[in-house]
């Protein structure tokens, strides 16, 4: 039997109909500042900071994005993360993406005039040695993340800059769709072998908005009831006026 032309006319267009796109603000962010006895932090800050100092002290980023806007059960198609570099005394230095391996947090702290020194950890913040200071520890000094970076740009002069463009994200944000209590976030790990290398990002607290972090993600739901059965009564309608009589 023949498929009328109808019949397949819904099915071609149904994932074209279906696609979407959302853009997501940071839920949370903050900077580990590598400080031997973890009491430094930055999570009220309008800004984090990724790469070394001039003095090669170690400067590492975090950054975590909510998901649940996107319907459950939808594919990521595309996920594309932009921050808004403002301040650096380098050239062009490699910024990486890596997905955070455990939960960390962002307290009341915040670091004075450009925040390059951080501030005293508040409770719930977290630093070098702490994932929610002052009692809760990373595994390792310097936070636990996938070795493995999923995108690596490099960053030159002030302005935006955006990771995943190549789909490097995409499997981070499924998997925190369909697993959300393994949503941790990001690790911005710079180029920490090369002094002065840091780059000051903008955080979610930043007082000017257009400047602050954005997840934009591409998704595709599943078909909804009204789509199945618009579909199973065209095909049911087709089917029958191609009986013989």
Same mark, same amino acid.
């Given at each position: ?13 149904? !994932?074209?109909?279906?696609? $979407?796109?959302?853009s997501l603000q940071a839920s ?13 932090? &930055?999570?009220?800050?309008?800004? +984090?900071?990724? @790469?070394?100092?001039?003095f090669q002290v170690q400067r ?10 996107? !319907? ?12 808004? +570099? ?23 702290s915040t670091g004075l005039l450009?925040? #390059?020194? @951080? ?5 719930? $913040? ?16 310097? #936070?636990?993340?996938? !070795? ?10 002030? #302005? ?5 463009? @190549? ?17 941790? @976030?990001?690790? +911005?790990?710079?180029?920490? #072998? &090369? ?17 602050? *972090? ?6 595709? *739901? ?21 009986? *013989?009589?």
């Open positions: 039997m023949r498929i009328p032309i109808i019949v397949l006319s819904c099915l071609a267009l149904a !994932p074209i109909a279906a696609a $979407d796109s959302i949370k962010d903050n900077t580990l500042y590598e400080d031997l006895f973890g009491g430094i932090s &930055n999570g009220r800050g309008q800004y +984090m900071f990724a @790469g070394a100092t001039q590492r980023a975090l950054i975590a994005f909510d998901v649940s806007a996107i !319907p459950a059960g939808s594919t990521v198609t595309a996920a594309r993360l932009t921050l808004h +570099m403002s301040r650096t005394i380098s050239t062009g230095e490699p910024v990486a993406v890596h997905r955070s391996l455990t939960s960390w947090g962002e307290g009341a450009e925040e #390059g020194q @951080g501030a005293p950890a508040e409770p719930g $913040d977290a630093t070098w040695l702490h994932r929610f200071f002052p009692n809760d520890f990373w595994s390792t000094p310097g #936070g636990e993340f996938d !070795p493995a970076p999923n995108d690596s740009i490099l960053i030159s002069e002030v #302005g935006f800059y955006s990771w995943g463009l @190549g789909g490097q994200l995409v499997a981070d944000v499924q998997h925190w769709l369909d697993q959300p209590t393994e949503n941790f @976030g990001w690790f +911005m790990i710079g180029n920490e #072998g &090369n002094p002065a290398s840091a780059k000051r990002f903008d955080t979610r607290e930043h007082i000017e908005p257009a400047f602050r *972090p954005v997840l934009e993600v591409e998704y595709t *739901p599943i078909p909804g009831p009204g789509f199945s059965a618009f579909f199973s009564a065209t095909l049911f309608a087709a089917t029958r006026r191609r009986r *013989p009589a």
